[in-house]
């Protein structure tokens, strides 16, 4: 016979747990961070996802000698595979956050942020973690930004990733 | 016949196996479920499984890595500790609407050195096998020493797979949360 587990005093080191009475609190306190309703975070998170399909897609194609490189979205699940590795980026929908997953930065979880119309790398919205990692994707706050900074490592080339930039 | 219908029954208590990519454990939404499967994975791990398929037969379709599934089958410090113990920290991190909660506990002697931890994790095997690993690493570490674990040195110890980074990291809190707590209770006990 087991004891049931309390659940009341849950620790998350990141704000990722999202109760509706806490929302709204926070909302006015983080300048309404979370979304209002689900549809609206599924509507900006497949827009954002499918953006970024796109923009790489055209990418890869404008550079053949990068290798191959195959992108699909389905499910609410970007799958980005290259010679270099797998990104998985997903929609976490009780958290109203994508999740990332790189070979180079490893996972990390995005929140969006309604004033800079952004994904911002939850690390730097939770003051309770400001640990740094001293390496050279640390600062990378934008889920754009992070994708862009990663192709150029890779790749050298900028060209063509601009529209990451709004993401 | 036998072998797939284990599949089967296995695949809906654990969704990963029976999807290679992501799958939405955001539906188990009622806590009482995922207080259920956290006393189920618990008990899995104490009892020789006959009823249901483990991962190893699967291995081959699913691509788990051998040392997740062993993990899995033979997890290490699976337990409580007393909570309420000065010397004993307990990290509880993650969310059932998410899909992994971790509790992690580190119990310390006078010197500041973890002389036992135990974990229990209701999740993926990716997650318990990085809570298991966790257990693992920190015993015989003093507590500064195990805020230098990161989640990728789990990862790559394991071999996740990309999708399942994100239980090692969730591993890494679960030890600060333990540390953090350990402390805070030291600060109380000095303060008083």
Redesign the interface.
């Known amino acids: 016979m087991h004891r049931i587990l309390r659940l009341h005093s849950i620790y998350t080191p990141r704000l990722s747990t999202v109760l509706h009475g806490r929302r709204n609190r926070l909302a006015s306190l983080f300048n309404s961070r979370f979304f209002n309703t689900e549809s609206e975070y599924h509507y900006k998170a497949d827009e954002t996802l499918e953006n970024m399909q796109d923009i790489l897609d055209f990418y890869f194609e404008e550079n053949p000698d990068f290798g191959s490189a195959d992108i699909t979205y389905a499910s609410g699940v970007l799958t980005i595979q290259l010679p270099q590795g797998t990104w998985v980026l997903n929609k976490q929908t009780p958290n109203r956050q994508i999740w990332w997953s790189s070979p180079l930065t490893g996972p990390r979880r995005y929140e969006f942020a309604e004033k800079r119309n952004k994904w911002v790398w939850s690390r730097f919205i939770d003051k309770q973690d400001p640990k740094q990692d001293g390496n050279k994707f640390s600062n990378t706050v934008y889920l754009g930004e992070t994708l862009k900074q990663e192709m150029f490592e890779l790749f050298l080339e900028k060209k063509g990733l601009n529209g990451l930039d709004d993401l | 016949e036998n072998l797939s219908q284990n599949f089967i029954k296995s695949s809906f208590e654990h969704p990963t196996t029976a999807n290679p ?2 799958t ?1 454990r ?1 539906q188990f939404s009622m ?1 009482s479920n ?2 259920q499967r ?2 189920r994975s ?2 899995r791990s104490s009892r020789v499984i006959t009823s249901r398929a483990s991962p190893a037969s699967l291995v081959q379709k699913r691509g788990y890595h051998d040392s997740i599934v062993e993990h899995y089958e033979n997890p290490r410090n699976v337990g409580s500790l007393n909570k309420d113990d000065s010397n004993v920290g307990t ?8 899909g992994d ?1 971790m ?1 992690l506990q580190i119990k310390v002697d006078d010197n500041g050195q973890i002389i036992e931890s135990k974990f ?1 994790t209701f999740g993926c095997g990716s997650a318990i096998a990085s809570s298991s690993v966790a257990t693992e690493w920190v015993k015989g570490k003093t507590v500064d020493e195990v805020l230098a674990i990161k ?2 040195d789990i ?1 790559g110890h394991l071999k996740l ?3 399942k ?2 239980c ?2 969730l591993a890494e ?1 679960a030890i ?2 333990a540390v953090s ?1 350990l402390k805070s209770k030291q600060q109380k006990k000095k303060a008083a």
């Open positions: 990519s992501y939405p955001h806590l995922a207080v956290l006393s618990v008990s990290g509880l991190v993650g969310a059932p609407a998410c909660v509790k229990k989640n990728s990862a797979p990309p999708v980074l994100h090692s990291m809190d600060r949360a707590d």
